[in-house]
């Protein structure tokens, strides 16, 4: 690994291993397929991590009409009757940290190609995945 700066020496002992691990195994665990309801459950559970880290925590509902119409809008891989944006802002000043991401997922495809349920999540090949064997 490259030498850390003091900095971010400092933020990775910052991060609680457990915590995250736990969170990661709730949210691989919801079949949040996009268009289905599960896209927006995951949004809301990620709401409420951000909640529970006592971030000022922001969640609206995304004007589906709106974003498909907009002049610069990429066209929607699918159809959805809901869709929710999530933000979270802790402290204030700099520096600052902004993860950005979806939480949709492409369907599964066929069930027998994995090595067990898609939305199990565990270990494999020494990487954490949706898709762990069954024990």
């Known amino acids: 690994m490259a030498d850390l700066t003091n900095t971010e020496a400092r933020?990775?002992?910052a991060v609680d291993d457990g915590w995250l691990l736990a969170r990661l195994r709730e949210l691989v665990a919801v079949p949040s397929v996009g268009g289905t309801a599960a896209e927006s459950e995951a949004q809301?559970?990620?709401a409420g991590w951000l909640r529970d880290?006592?971030?000022d925590t922001d969640v609206w509902a995304?004007?589906?009409?709106?974003a498909a119409t907009a002049?610069?809008?990429p066209g929607q891989e699918a159809?959805?009757?809901e869709a929710v944006g999530v933000v979270g802002t802790l402290g204030a000043g700099e520096p600052g940290l902004v993860l950005c991401?979806?939480?949709d997922v492409v369907p599964a495809g066929d069930p027998a190609l994995w090595p067990g349920d898609p939305f199990a999540p565990g270990w494999r090949a020494g990487c954490f995945t949706g898709g762990a064997p069954a024990t």
């Open 79 to 81: 159809v959805r009757e």
């Open 71 to 73: 002049p610069d809008a």
């Open 53 to 55: 880290m006592g971030a």
């Open 62 to 66: 995304i004007d589906l009409t709106e």
């Open 44 to 46: 809301h559970l990620v």
């Open 101 to 103: 991401g979806h939480s």
């Open 11 to 13: 933020v990775l002992d």
